[in-house]
Structures are given as C-alpha cells and as structure tokens.
C-alpha cells in the first residue's frame, strides 16, 4: 500500500565502501530529504564508514543526525546572525563546523563564540555564496585577531558541468595562498575524480577534502529500486467519467489507481537544468501532451512508462491502461522512476 524505495544492502554497502576507499577525506553530504533515504539513515551508514565528518545543508538538520554520527558536522548553508544559526545546541557547540561567507559574520560568530569553528567560502563561479579575494584577506586579519577560533578551512562550492574546474580552482587557491590563512584545508564540492587527482598532486601540502552527496549515496542506482502498490483496477468504456475533475476516457481500457501522489513528490517536477535541444523539445512535447489530456507518469507498467489519468492526488495516482495492455492485479507491484532527492518514500527496506 506504499511508495517503497527497495535497497540491495550488499550491493549498495559494497558501492559505498569502494566509493570510500577510493576518495580519502570524503565528507559525507547528508542533507534535505538524504537522498531519499533519510537523514538518520545516512548519517548512521556514515558512522559506519568510518569518517571523521560529514556535512548537512542547514542547522534545523542537525539533530536529525547528531545522536547517530559522532563525529564533525560541517554545516553547509552560510552562518548568518539570526534564525535557526542561534539556536544551536550548547552540547553540539565543539563539533559543529560554520561555514562563514562574509566578513561581517566572522566578528559576529566570533563574538557570541570566541573558540567557533568555521569554514571561510570563498566566492566561485557559482555566484551563490562567499567571499571576494579582497573580503577573504578581511576575514582572515578577523579569525587572527580572535586567538581562540578554530579555522578549519576554505570552502569552494563549484557549480555541476562547466568543463574543467581545474582552472578556476587554481586561480582560487591563489587568492588562499595571497591571504595567508592558517589552514591548510580545502573542503570542495562538483569535482571529478581526475580533477582531484591532478589537484591533489598539484597542491600536495593542502589536505583536500571532497563533499559527495549524489555520487556516494546514488553511484550505483542499479542497487535501488522504487515500487508502488496498485491498490484498485476499474475497466472502462470510451465515454466513462472519473476522477477528480470528471474526466472521460478517451477509449475503453482500464483505469488503475496506484499508490504514490503529490505528498510524496510524484508529479512534481523541478525546473530542469538541461538547456540543449533535445530537452527543450521534450519539454514542448510533455507541455503539447498535457493540454489534450494525456501526461506521462513514472510508473512503468508492461515495459512502458504509463499515462496519468488525471493529475496525482495526495497520496495516490490514477492510471490509464488501454485496451490490450497486460492489467496487474490489486495489490500488485509496479516501477516507479523518480528523482531521489525529491521523492519522500513511505518505507526504505534495505534488503
């Protein structure tokens, strides 16, 4: 009766180990919906992994990881002097990492905790967060004037597919150098594996320490499988009204009813960060289907990817199969192909 997210746990602790082994320093991301998998899960298969730290996307994240991780927790949204950054729990004060990117907040994190520890950003291509060459040399005079502050490092958070970052990274790790930091520790986000090679040889007296969510978590999707549960079967004749919005069919075949629907993401879609042709045709396509009627679900059912009847509903999804297609039986199982890190499942069985 569930959006079931189903996990080969050999397969994918194996996937999780190797990913480890081959990139030393990794931290771990745990962050929004971990992957799929929860927050709680992620953060204990770290603990198993043996790392020293791992990362969460915001501060209202980390108790959700705290009791089941006993190491660093490096927080990825910047530290800002107001909000859920305040509110931080005295017992995890000496573990927790801020990421700082601006000058202004290094003083003021530093004076309500003189002996924080903090990650300066330094400003990429990525134009999110962080600080300028000039605002990092700032920064740095701050942390030296505050004897107690712990300086973990520099972060460079680089955007997903640009070609070779190795360029603007070394550029950066200049302006590091320039402002004659403390540190040692570079914490990088979006970098190949050979971008870290050549990196890491190239600046062999920093410690580079690669954040991975995606990759660690989701490298091997051939270890996860997601189903839902046909829950009723309802034949129908061309003409038929249903659902919601008192729709009819448009030719006789069968109406199924499945579990998954807009409280778990299904239908939900984010805008797409593909701009080449071909996704952009795809995108009229899915628009020209949607104005007669008829848009594609991710349930597959016989080998194909389903049409939704009419938009999901909360907690449920009504399909239609036309006539000649094999129809499952209640109670059923059919794939589902969603993105993870949007989909809140209602079971994970690890397997």
Known sequence: MSLVLHVDGERWRTHLRSFADAHPGVVPVCKGNGYGFTLGRLARKSQWLGVDTIAVGTYDELPHVASRFDGSLLVLTPW????????????????????????????????????????????????RHGHTARELWAAARSVADHPRARLEGVALHLPLAQGSHLGEVERLLNDVVAAELDTRTIWVSHLTDAELATLGAS??????RPRTGTGL????????????????????????????????????????????GTAHGIGLEAPTGDSGLKARAATLARGGLDAVGFVRSPFSIDGKQRLFAEPPHM?????????????????????VRVRFTATAFDRVLVE
């Open 217 to 260: 978590w989701l490298g091997d999707r051939g270890a996860l499988r997601v189903t839902a549960t046909v829950l009723d079967v309802h034949a129908v004749e061309r003409g038929d009204s249903f659902g919601y919005r008192g729709r009819t069919a448009p030719k006789s075949g069968h109406l199924l009813v499945v579990s998954g």
């Open 315 to 335: 907690q449920a999804s009504m399909l239609f199969l036309p006539s000649g297609s094999d129809v499952p039986d209640v109670g059923d199982e059919v794939d």
């Open 80 to 127: 800002r002097p107001f909000g859920a950054a305040l509110e931080l729990d005295p017992a995890l004060a000496d573990r927790v990492v801020h990421t700082v990117s601006r000058p202004q907040d290094v003083d003021d994190l530093l004076a309500r905790q003189p002996d924080a520890r903090l990650v300066l950003e330094r400003m990429t291509s990525m134009q």
């Open 203 to 208: 600046y062999a007296d920093y410690d580079i």
